[in-house]
């Protein structure tokens, strides 16, 4: 009887396995969450259902993280099969061959049910890449406790009074939710050639606009997403102006508040509607689909799949017969949605647009700071994209290169050569080969982890173009960064003036950490000091937790109208500070948070050495009638010196690639001026069109300068023969 059910147990797990290997799975990959997400899943397990030989295996990718997992996955045969993003990307994606022709996930049926405009934004040259499945654009979500309806003008809307609030809020510093008041005055971000037009007169006039809110205290001064949504849950503002996304985050966290959406409001000055810009999200195909990935996308498309993506995702869905299901249609927030969507403008899809968003920011933050008139600082910002944009340097030949090379390989081989004609080497390596097993793995582990990528990112810094059609440069991109790509030496954004930056940054920080450390730890040590454990614990938190939780928190302190320090400086009757207009106060709020990440670990250090000194030492220098701050400057801390130089050493290389501070807590305000050179390669990576290779010749400029300051620091600060 056992043999029997052993039998029928295999014989189920072989039939299981071999209907597993015959199942074909769908990787999608999307940045929802809360109800998109939700009904993303109902449909997909609705299609697994539908179609029992297919699963769908869907991931949630962080946002900010989504276009740098696709560049890194999609390219060497991994990721996706489908992702769902929006279409202004295509133009960069298909640039860097992350997307293919989504070909019959498109048939004739599916096309004449979509809406044409939404088909034509996922439409290059005649090619379509993704199935459009939802569009996306901003409108007026109103308090209706406040405001039962809002004014048909902006003017009317911004002059309401609202006691202890406002009467308007948006992101007013991004260039996206800028751009409905840009097209109210006639300005555009790119003309017909794909060039930076978001300058002029008209543009000026659209910042002008915008300023003059902020001066009347219409709107709030610099307001982040995450503060505009709380002003409106907390009945401090009237209206805002969101997207669809808003509506599935107060569902979820402000279930009580009542609220209406409406179009966004005429600008009375031009008599024009204000339009926003609208994103179509697609169902995009990537090179390693497979005709099932298309037939999903095909599907999501679909009737059925749309209503329920309207109803329960609140998308306005770009399959028109969704429109006509009684529930959708007497819908009124889904209805503003989809009209919102019609009559926005859809955002342009080159890479032109992409590198488009910084500069625009830019100007943007300026003219409402005052820093500079809102045409100058437009004009800089053409130049900025114009620079972003420049045509990457003549293809080199890799001649000298290869020459170069060959010379230092045979170089080595000759001093190889060399070293084993010597007397008595193949002694010595046969006594040694018992410790080259010992290290064998970790030499192997070191290379690959840390050898092979430091080669990898040298070769890349001699290149230029896209990762998939790479031209040899040679060493132009070190000439473009030592040169300030033709600029001034010292100008904005250039390597010297960073680097200047960097050091005072590194040099700032590490004598701080040391000073309150050694203080910190040296008092800690006291045996007179009560709870002492309680105090270690407390202080060695902000070391604990992570750094980029920190830098949130105090950017979060430091903000202009609603931070901790500014509360405290109007309590103690002083003026608010707004601390990221300037550079000595953005940079004062970087060191201040990276001081209070790094003086633990330094603390840590100086308790630990401090054990190892002998209290006889100590005694004997008392008893030779050495003061107490003798005794600390004479004898302490000359002991201490051997403990805390390595740490030092630690200590200033982090300080010095400190990105996480650096990023989130100025974000190199103002106007780059904070940025330390590890931030600068990182926009010339990610966010000025994906420059690899001279991205690349950062890294390994900052490597070499690591290298060669780490060095002259050991051997300046300690023994130069132990260094």
């Given at each position: 009887?056992?043999?029997?059910?052993?039998?029928?147990?295999?014989?189920?797990?072989?039939?299981?396995?071999?209907?597993?290997?015959?199942?074909?799975?769908?990787?999608?990959?999307?940045?929802?969450?809360?109800?998109?997400?939700?009904?993303l899943q109902a449909v997909s397990r609705t299609y697994e259902r539908e179609h029992p030989g297919v699963t769908i295996d869907l991931l949630a990718i962080p946002h900010d993280a989504y276009s740098a997992k696709l560049g890194a996955a999609v390219p060497r045969g991994h990721g996706p099969h489908l992702f769902v993003d929006p279409h202004e990307r295509l133009g960069f994606y298909l640039r860097e061959k992350i997307v293919a022709p989504i070909g019959d996930g498109l048939d004739d049926a599916t096309r004449r049910a979509?809406?044409?405009?939404?088909?034509?934004?996922?439409?290059?040259?005649?090619?379509?890449?993704?199935?459009?499945?939802?569009?996306?654009?901003?409108?007026?979500?109103?308090?209706?406790?406040?405001?039962?309806?809002?004014?048909?003008?902006?003017?009317?809307?911004?002059?309401?009074?609202?006691?202890?609030?406002?009467?308007?809020?948006?992101?007013?510093?991004?260039?996206?939710?800028?751009?409905?008041?840009?097209?109210?005055?006639?300005?555009?971000?790119?003309?017909?050639?794909?060039?930076?037009?978001?300058?002029?007169?008209?543009?000026?006039?659209?910042?002008?606009?915008?300023?003059?809110?902020?001066?009347?205290?219409?709107?709030?001064?610099?307001?982040?997403?995450?503060?505009?949504?709380?002003?409106?849950?907390?009945?401090?503002?009237?209206?805002?102006?969101?997207?669809?996304?808003?509506?599935?985050?107060?569902?979820?966290?402000?279930?009580?508040?009542?609220?209406?959406?409406?179009?966004?409001?005429?600008?009375?000055?031009?008599?024009?509607?204000?339009?926003?810009?609208?994103?179509?999200?697609?169902?995009?195909?990537?090179?390693?689909?497979?005709?099932?990935?298309?037939?999903?996308?095909?599907?999501?498309?679909?009737?059925?799949?749309?209503?329920?993506?309207?109803?329960?995702?609140?998308?306005?869905?770009?399959?028109?017969?969704?429109?006509?299901?009684?529930?959708?249609?007497?819908?009124?927030?889904?209805?503003?949605?989809?009209?919102?969507?019609?009559?926005?403008?859809?955002?342009?899809?080159?890479?032109?647009?992409?590198?488009?968003?910084?500069?625009?920011?830019?100007?943007?933050?300026?003219?409402?700071?005052?820093?500079?008139?809102?045409?100058?600082?437009?004009?800089?910002?053409?130049?900025?994209?114009?620079?972003?944009?420049?045509?990457?340097?003549?293809?080199?030949?890799?001649?000298?290169?290869?020459?170069?090379?060959?010379?230092?390989?045979?170089?080595?081989?000759?001093?190889?050569?060399?070293?084993?004609?010597?007397?008595?080497?193949?002694?010595?390596?046969?006594?040694?080969?018992?410790?080259?097993?010992?290290?064998?793995?970790?030499?192997?582990?070191?290379?690959?982890?840390?050898?092979?990528?430091?080669?990898?990112?040298?070769?890349?810094?001699?290149?230029?173009?896209?990762?998939?059609?790479?031209?040899?440069?040679?060493?132009?991109?070190?000439?473009?960064?030592?040169?300030?790509?033709?600029?001034?030496?010292?100008?904005?954004?250039?390597?010297?003036?960073?680097?200047?930056?960097?050091?005072?940054?590194?040099?700032?920080?590490?004598?701080?950490?040391?000073?309150?450390?050694?203080?910190?730890?040296?008092?800690?040590?006291?045996?007179?000091?009560?709870?002492?454990?309680?105090?270690?614990?407390?202080?060695?938190?902000?070391?604990?937790?992570?750094?980029?939780?920190?830098?949130?928190?105090?950017?979060?302190?430091?903000?202009?109208?609603?931070?901790?320090?500014?509360?405290?400086?109007?309590?103690?009757?002083?003026?608010?500070?707004?601390?990221?207009?300037?550079?000595?106060?953005?940079?004062?709020?970087?060191?201040?948070?990276?001081?209070?990440?790094?003086?633990?670990?330094?603390?840590?250090?100086?308790?630990?050495?401090?054990?190892?000194?002998?209290?006889?030492?100590?005694?004997?220098?008392?008893?030779?009638?050495?003061?107490?701050?003798?005794?600390?400057?004479?004898?302490?801390?000359?002991?201490?010196?051997?403990?805390?130089?390595?740490?030092?050493?630690?200590?200033?290389?982090?300080?010095?690639?400190?990105?996480?501070?650096?990023?989130?807590?100025?974000?190199?305000?103002?106007?780059?001026?904070?940025?330390?050179?590890?931030?600068?390669?990182?926009?010339?990576?990610?966010?000025?069109?994906?420059?690899?290779?001279?991205?690349?010749?950062?890294?390994?400029?900052?490597?070499?300068?690591?290298?060669?300051?780490?060095?002259?620091?050991?051997?300046?600060?300690?023994?130069?023969?132990?260094?």
């Amino acid at each position: 009887m056992a043999r029997l059910s052993f039998a029928v147990i295999a014989a189920l797990v072989l039939l299981l396995g071999a209907a597993r290997a015959r199942a074909e799975t769908v990787v999608v990959w999307h940045a929802y969450r809360g109800d998109e997400e939700a009904a993303l899943q109902a449909v997909s397990r609705t299609y697994e259902r539908e179609h029992p030989g297919v699963t769908i295996d869907l991931l949630a990718i962080p946002h900010d993280a989504y276009s740098a997992k696709l560049g890194a996955a999609v390219p060497r045969g991994h990721g996706p099969h489908l992702f769902v993003d929006p279409h202004e990307r295509l133009g960069f994606y298909l640039r860097e061959k992350i997307v293919a022709p989504i070909g019959d996930g498109l048939d004739d049926a599916t096309r004449r049910a979509l809406d044409p405009a939404a088909l034509a934004a996922v439409t290059l040259d005649g090619v379509a890449y993704g199935v459009p499945i939802a569009g996306k654009a901003l409108l007026l979500f109103v308090n209706d406790a406040l405001l039962p309806k809002a004014p048909p003008t902006m003017e009317e809307l911004a002059a309401l009074v609202v006691p202890g609030g406002y009467p308007l809020a948006y992101e007013a510093t991004s260039a996206f939710f800028h751009a409905p008041f840009m097209h109210a005055f006639g300005a555009r971000m790119l003309d017909d050639a794909d060039h930076f037009a978001f300058f002029g007169d008209d543009a000026a006039r659209s910042l002008d606009f915008v300023r003059d809110l902020s001066r009347a205290g219409a709107v709030p001064e610099e307001a982040s997403g995450a503060l505009v949504k709380q002003l409106f849950v907390t009945g401090k503002v009237a209206a805002v102006i969101s997207g669809p996304w808003l509506a599935a985050e107060l569902r979820e966290e402000a279930k009580g508040l009542r609220y209406h959406t409406e179009p966004l409001p005429i600008v009375r000055a031009t008599g024009n509607p204000m339009r926003s810009y609208v994103t179509i999200e697609a169902a995009i195909a990537t090179p390693i689909a497979t005709p099932a990935a298309r037939a999903f996308a095909r599907w999501l498309a679909s009737h059925d799949a749309a209503v329920v993506r309207a109803r329960r995702g609140r998308q306005a869905v770009t399959t028109s017969s969704a429109w006509e299901d009684p529930q959708i249609e007497a819908d009124a927030e889904l209805q503003s949605f989809r009209e919102a969507a019609r009559t926005g403008v859809v955002t342009p899809v080159t890479p032109a647009m992409r590198a488009a968003w910084v500069p625009a920011n830019q100007a943007i933050l300026k003219a409402l700071r005052e820093d500079m008139t809102a045409k100058d600082a437009l004009l800089q910002a053409k130049h900025r994209w114009e620079d972003t944009m420049r045509p990457p340097p003549p293809p080199a030949s890799p001649a000298p290169g290869l020459a170069l090379g060959g010379l230092v390989l045979l170089g080595l081989a000759a001093l190889a050569l060399r070293r084993a004609r010597a007397a008595g080497f193949a002694a010595e390596l046969r006594a040694s080969m018992p410790a080259y097993r010992y290290v064998t793995h970790a030499a192997i582990t070191v290379g690959l982890l840390v050898v092979f990528p430091l080669a990898a990112g040298a070769l890349t810094s001699l290149f230029a173009g896209t990762r998939d059609a790479p031209v040899y440069v040679g060493l132009a991109n070190y000439l473009g960064i030592l040169t300030a790509r033709g600029g001034d030496l010292l100008g904005h954004g250039s390597f010297y003036l960073t680097l200047l930056v960097t050091v005072v940054w590194t040099v700032v920080n590490v004598s701080l950490h040391v000073g309150i450390g050694v203080a910190v730890g040296s008092l800690l040590s006291r045996s007179w000091m009560k709870i002492r454990a309680v105090y270690r614990i407390l202080l060695i938190l902000p070391w604990a937790v992570p750094s980029y939780v920190t830098a949130l928190a105090w950017k979060g302190m430091f903000h202009r109208q609603f931070g901790a320090i500014n509360a405290i400086l109007t309590w103690l009757g002083a003026e608010p500070v707004s601390w990221f207009s300037h550079f000595s106060t953005a940079f004062a709020a970087n060191v201040a948070t990276n001081v209070w990440l790094g003086f633990p670990f330094m603390m840590v250090v100086t308790m630990g050495a401090l054990t190892s000194i002998s209290k006889d030492v100590l005694e004997a220098a008392e008893v030779d009638g050495a003061t107490r701050w003798q005794r600390f400057r004479l004898v302490t801390l000359p002991l201490l010196k051997p403990a805390l130089l390595p740490a030092v050493v630690l200590g200033a290389v982090w300080t010095f690639n400190m990105f996480n501070v650096v990023f989130l807590v100025s974000g190199g305000e103002p106007d780059g001026a904070t940025d330390i050179l590890v931030s600068e390669a990182y926009r010339w990576a990610f966010t000025k069109d994906a420059q690899y290779g001279y991205a690349a010749a950062y890294a390994v400029l900052i490597f070499g300068l690591l290298a060669v300051s780490s060095r002259v620091m050991s051997r300046r600060l300690g023994d130069p023969e132990a260094a």
